[in-house]
């Protein structure tokens, strides 16, 4: 890694410390409902923490399928908490509805 990528590295661990888990993965594992969940997650916040609760050795084999899945970076693992990122996509321009002549002729 070069400096630049530890200097944001550090930046997402320092944000990350504020957030809660807004993703709990309970007995049940990685479903498909709870990738889906985390995708939207991800969509809407980019750096999310998600709560593990497994063993030691499932909870690394759960994060690698999550990052894999999601395209995701680890930016951190604590006992059962991870924190993980995306980039937003770049969001395409909205289509703007076509442009209407009032009766004057105007737009």
Do not use: F, W
């Amino acid at each position: 890694m070069n400096s630049e990528q530890l200097k944001q590295l550090k930046q997402l661990k320092t944000l990350a410390h504020e957030l809660n888990p807004v993703i709990m993965i309970g007995q049940a594992g990685l479903t498909e409902a709870v990738l889906k969940e985390i995708e939207l997650a991800l969509d809407t916040h980019e750096l999310i923490k998600i709560k593990i609760r497994a063993e030691r050795e499932q909870r690394k084999q759960i994060q690698q399928q999550i990052c894999t899945e999601t395209k995701a970076e680890p930016i951190q693992s604590i006992g059962q908490i991870i924190v993980i990122y995306r980039k937003k996509p770049e969001q395409t321009k909205k289509k703007q509805a076509p442009h209407t002549r009032r009766r004057d002729g105007t737009r």
